[in-house]
């Protein structure tokens, strides 16, 4: 087995890295995504006319799964596998930016990935928002040599386009949905109407040419909606859409509440995270309750929740009334990675730094980011940081050892701090430092950036999980673009979780 970025730095991808093999899978033409471009984000501005103006994203969701039940899909939403006692299966999240990280990822997916049933994409198929030509270079391209089915959860970008172009990827070609009545002018809904981004007339009319790429019969598979369940082996795999707020409609979750019934054990995958940089989010449904409530509920018997949205890994084993439920973040699948050294100092739900694990480490997200801003701020002499000046900052500012040891301990210097804050680097709650600027919300709101910055290494990640009748094996893979890592993927963390006897 390879090193780990636990182990080493070389293992992290630091260091004279030999690039990998990927860019051969690329297209040739990429266009980059560029998350500071006023055109992108003026293109993904549904998220914020809905928070303005009201959410429609209940409705429509609604309207799409009766759609799909008039078609003959199952009325429970349930897709009953035939897949043996002891199976594996894969788990990627917010993947389709379509440029070198989500390439950087594919070669060892691809090897970590042999003889799986079946994979599932946790969130954000497709960036920037969710169009159906996109998935010819985001989707289909990439994923081509996977043999089994791939199934999905739509994250909020996906819902930028009222999730059409999904539902024809995944959902057995649905048709569109028929216009809604016009609303009455000079009301929120009509405002809402005047600011909405839609799909242009002419998207979608390379989604048969890309189709071609995935086309063997061992990779079909039909979604009975947006939000389903797998029963596969001994688990039940439910997938639940969040919509473009992080919330799901009252519909949903009374069907979350009926599908969560029963002893098998469960599997939640959601596009929110309930646990995530050291904050408990419990995902509010339509007219009471949580969905954290329902994953918490001992007859429901759920051993795990694992959401996308956030471009890193992460995973919290918390205690429920004697039992535990690991909670993860796993969002590395190919989008622009989120930064881990903004993650205060973790103690929440009796979860504390000893448990709690991250990837990338924070030491070398906050090496990466300072590389990366001493590029675009033209100061690369004073922002960048070594990878052990990086390990050893964090390391003082959480009060925690160096969780890699890069030979020498760094001296930590004005330097280092003042660049840590500047960055955003979190810190323990109990303590106070002249050097520690308000400045982390802003920065994980507002600056971090596009992938089209990025080299390696890419911090990319992938999941996988090997069932069997009394555990499951988590493990989390990583994918940095350095050949090394490519030929042999680092296991990054492992946790295996017993399953209760049904």
């Not at 349930?78 to 788990?91: A, H, K, L, Q, T």
């Not at 930064?339 to 973790?346: C, G, L, N």
């Not at 920065?443 to 080299?455: E, I, K």
Request: charged share 25%; with cysteine.
């Amino acid at each position: 087995m390879s090193d780990s970025s636990r182990d080493t730095a070389e293992g992290a991808g630091w260091g004279s890295a030999q690039l990998g093999e990927y860019r051969r899978l690329m297209p040739s033409k990429v266009e980059k995504i560029s998350w500071l471009n006023p055109k992108t984000l003026w293109a993904a501005r549904n998220g914020v006319v809905a928070s303005w103006f009201g959410d429609p994203t209940g409705r429509t969701r609604s309207r799409w799964v009766a759609q799909r039940a008039a078609a003959g899909a199952p009325a429970d939403k349930v897709i009953r596998r035939e897949d043996p006692e002891r199976f594996s299966f894969m788990v990627i999240g917010d993947t389709g930016e379509g440029d070198d990280p989500q390439y950087a990822v594919v070669p060892g997916f691809l090897k970590i990935s042999q003889d799986t049933r079946f994979a599932v994409v946790a969130s954000d198929v497709i960036y920037p928002v969710g169009s159906a030509d996109d998935y010819g270079t985001k989707f289909f391209r990439p994923y081509q040599d996977y043999p089994a089915p791939i199934y999905a959860i739509p994250g909020n970008h996906d819902w930028y386009e009222d999730l059409g172009a999904f539902m024809r990827v995944f959902c057995d070609d649905a048709p569109p949905l028929d216009p809604e009545p016009a609303p009455r002018p000079l009301t929120r809904a009509w405002l809402r109407s005047l600011l909405w981004h839609r799909p242009r007339a002419e998207d979608g009319q390379h989604l048969d040419e890309a189709r071609r790429l995935r086309a063997a019969p061992a990779q079909q598979t039909a979604q009975p909606g947006p939000y389903w369940a797998v029963d596969a082996g001994p688990l039940r795999i439910i997938g639940i859409d969040t919509g473009l707020l992080g919330t799901i409609d009252a519909e949903q979750g009374a069907w979350l509440r009926e599908v969560s019934q029963g002893p098998r054990p469960k599997i939640l995958i959601t596009g929110s995270p309930l646990y995530v940089d050291g904050e408990h989010h419990p995902c509010a449904i339509e007219g009471g309750g949580t969905v954290d409530d329902i994953v918490r509920a001992p007859e429901h018997h759920y051993v795990a929740a694992i959401g996308g949205d956030i471009h890193n890994y992460q995973r919290y084993p918390v205690d429920v009334a004697g039992r535990t439920i690991q909670y993860v973040v796993s969002g590395g699948g190919g989008a622009f990675m989120h930064a881990t050294h903004t993650i205060p100092h973790i103690s929440i739900a009796n979860v504390t730094e000893k448990d709690f694990r991250c990837y990338p480490l924070r030491g070398d997200s906050l090496a990466f980011y300072s590389r990366l801003y001493g590029r675009r701020l033209h100061l690369r002499r004073f922002f960048t940081l070594t990878e052990a000046e990086a390990t050893a900052v964090i390391a003082e500012r959480l009060g925690i050892p160096p969780t890699r040891l890069p030979g020498e301990p760094a001296r930590v210097t004005f330097r280092t701090r003042l660049v840590a804050s500047l960055l955003g680097a979190g810190g323990r709650p109990d303590r106070t430092s002249r050097f520690r600027l308000p400045v982390r919300k802003i920065y994980t709101q507002l600056f971090s950036p596009s992938s089209a910055t990025y080299s390696p290494p890419f911090f990319k990640c992938f999941l996988r999980l090997d069932v069997t009748p009394a555990a499951v094996r988590l493990r989390c893979f990583a994918a940095t673009g350095n050949l090394a890592q490519e030929i042999d993927p680092p296991v990054e963390d492992e946790v295996t979780i017993p399953l209760p006897r049904s």
